[in-house]
C-alpha cells in the first residue's frame, strides 16, 4: 500500500559529524513534504519543509534533499548537537477524498554521542 | 506561548472510565487536527476540522471516540468506556489552511493511560 517509511529505525553519530536521515515516500501525487523532530515526551516540532518543485532546501544546519525520481528524501544535519538527539519523522502531505493529509512514517532515532 | 495547547498532558485511567482532551489550537488556524501516537511509531490520522466542520475521520476512529469543536476555535476528544488499547499520545495539530504546504503545527500532546 502507500506509505512513508524511513530505512534506518536508529541512527548513531558522533558529536560534530553529519547526520544523515532517510524517508522513502510511494505516493507520486504527494507534494510537500516536511520534517519533523520529536524529543520524548513532547510533540512533534516542525524542521523544514520542501515542495515537490524544489529539490533541496537549506535552513540552518539542515538540508532537505528531495528525488522524486526514485521518491526519497533525506533530512541532513550539519556538526550534530546533542540537542539533535531526538525521533525524526518525515511527513507527506497527501490529497485524499478531496483533501489534503499529512502521512507520516514510523521514525528514525538520532543518537548523538559525546 | 501562542502555539497549540493541549490539556490535561497526562491520565491515567481505569478500563471502561470516559475521558475527555482538550484541544486550543494557534489563533485563527481554522483547521484542527487529531492524530494518534503509540510508542515507536508515528502520529496516525484520526480526524480534522475545518472550522467547526468534521470533514473525516479514520477508520481507526471507533464508535467510542467522539470529536468536537462547536464555536471553530478549541476541539474536545473524547472517549468512551476505555479500553487499554486506547493508551497512547494523542496529539492535536493546527494550520492556517487545507491546502498542501499549510503546515501543521502540533501541540505538546495528551498522554493516556488505561490500566
Known amino acids: 500500500g502507500e506509505s512513508v517509511g524511513l530505512h534506518l529505525p536508529t541512527l548513531s553519530v558522533q558529536e560534530g559529524d553529519n547526520s544523515i536521515i532517510n524517508c522513502a515516500y510511494s505516493?507520486?501525487?504527494?507534494?510537500?513534504f516536511i520534517w519533523y523532530k520529536q524529543e520524548s515526551g513532547k510533540g512533534p516540532q516542525f524542521i523544514i519543509d520542501?515542495?515537490?518543485?524544489?529539490d533541496k532546501r537549506q535552513g540552518q544546519r539542515v538540508t532537505v534533499l528531495l528525488n522524486k525520481t526514485v521518491k526519497h528524501l533525506s533530512l541532513q544535519i550539519a556538526a550534530t548537537q546533542p540537542g539533535d538527539s531526538a525521533v525524526y519523522f518525515c511527513a507527506e502531505n497527501r490529497i485524499t477524498s478531496g483533501t489534503y493529509k499529512y502521512i507520516f512514517g514510523t521514525g528514525t532515532r538520532l543518537k548523538v554521542l559525546a | 506561548d501562542t502555539g497549540v495547547s493541549q490539556n490535561p498532558r497526562h491520565k491515567i485511567t481505569k478500563r471502561g472510565q470516559n475521558v475527555t482532551f482538550r484541544c486550543d489550537p494557534i489563533?485563527?488556524?481554522?483547521?484542527l487536527y487529531w492524530y494518534r501516537q503509540t510508542l515507536g511509531q508515528g502520529p496516525e490520522f484520526l480526524t480534522y476540522?475545518?472550522?467547526?466542520?468534521?470533514?473525516?475521520k479514520s477508520r481507526l476512529l471507533s464508535d467510542r471516540f467522539s470529536a468536537e469543536r462547536p464555536k471553530g476555535s478549541f476541539s474536545t476528544l473524547e472517549i468512551q468506556r476505555t479500553e487499554q488499547g486506547d493508551s497512547a499520545m494523542y496529539l492535536c495539530?493546527?494550520?492556517?489552511?487545507?491546502?498542501?504546504?499549510?503546515?501543521?503545527?502540533f501541540g505538546e500532546g495528551s498522554w493516556l493511560t488505561v490500566v
Open positions: 489563533s485563527e488556524h481554522n483547521r
Open positions: 520542501i515542495r515537490s518543485n524544489m
Open positions: 505516493n507520486s501525487a504527494s507534494d510537500y
Open positions: 476540522f475545518q472550522n467547526e466542520a468534521q470533514l473525516e
Open positions: 495539530a493546527s494550520s492556517d489552511g487545507p491546502y498542501s504546504g499549510n503546515t501543521i503545527y
